[in-house]
T-cell receptor
Framework: IAGITQAPTSQILAAGRRMTLRCTQD?????MYWYRQDLGLGLRLIHY???????GKGEVPDGYSVSRANTDDFPLTLASAVPSQTSVYFC????????????FGPGTRLTVL | GQNIDQPTEMTATEGAIVQINCTYQ??????LFWYQQHAGEAPTFLSY??LDGLEEKGRFSSFLSRSKGYSYLLLKELQMKDSASYLC??????????WGAGTKLIIKP
């Protein structure tokens, strides 16, 4: 693989179910991010990781959790999905936090019914 | 609070020039990014400004005035493929990006 990948591409999920969105990068970037994008609201940061082993909360962290066990992977888990979590989710990575460009994965379109 | 303002939508003609403005109020400033996002796709990086002035890159240029909390993206010789949303984002004091809602640019023949 080259760059940053996400899985699944899209998913329809029943409310109350647990779901993990996967994100993997092969650029050896230190920082990784999860965003959600909703019409008219732009990108909103859910969680971030400045380096492997550390994570932080973004603007809209409630209902989501992340882990960063290694440099390459940064999964996002919805413990008990709710309809308001219907959105397009983007994973991104950058060489360092804040000063270098972010590279985005193709996105996961999630629908919670 | 932190706020980034961009026009919601702009229309321009193929071959023309268009300027997309961005104003920001953030807790600290460590740089401003512009990204392009085609419908249904991920954002891609266009430019980064950390000092005042104009950065030129081919048909695209980006300007920053830190004292005014203002930036613009200038697109020259517009092509139909430039139809996309353009996102302004500012790095705050915690080195996290604060994103504007984006400007949808429609190019007409």
């Amino acid at each position: 693989i080259a760059g940053i990948t996400q899985a699944p591409t899209s998913q329809i999920l029943a409310a109350g179910r647990r779901m993990t969105l996967r994100c993997t990068q092969d650029m050896r970037h230190n920082a990784m991010y999860w965003y959600r994008q909703d019409l008219g609201l732009g990108l909103r940061l859910i969680h971030y990781s400045n380096t492997a082993g550390t994570t932080g909360k973004g603007e809209v962290p409630d209902g989501y959790s992340v882990s960063r066990a290694n440099t390459d992977d940064f999964p996002l888990t919805l413990a008990s999905a709710v309809p308001s979590q219907t959105s397009v989710y983007f994973c991104a990575s950058s060489r360092t936090s804040g000063k270098s460009e972010q590279f985005f994965g193709p996105g996961t379109r999630l629908t919670v019914l | 609070g932190q706020n980034i303002d961009q026009p919601t939508e702009m229309t321009a003609t193929e071959g023309a020039i268009v300027q997309i403005n961005c104003t920001y109020q953030t807790s600290g400033f460590n740089g401003l990014f512009w990204y392009q996002q085609h419908a249904g796709e991920a954002p891609t990086f266009l430019s980064y400004n950390v000092l005042d002035g104009l950065e030129e890159k081919g048909r695209f240029s980006s300007f920053l005035s830190r004292s005014k909390g203002y930036s613009y993206l200038l697109l020259k010789e517009l092509q139909m493929k430039d139809s996309a949303s353009y996102l302004c984002a500012v790095t705050d004091s915690n080195y996290q990006l604060i994103w504007g809602a984006g400007t949808k640019l429609i190019i007409k023949p």
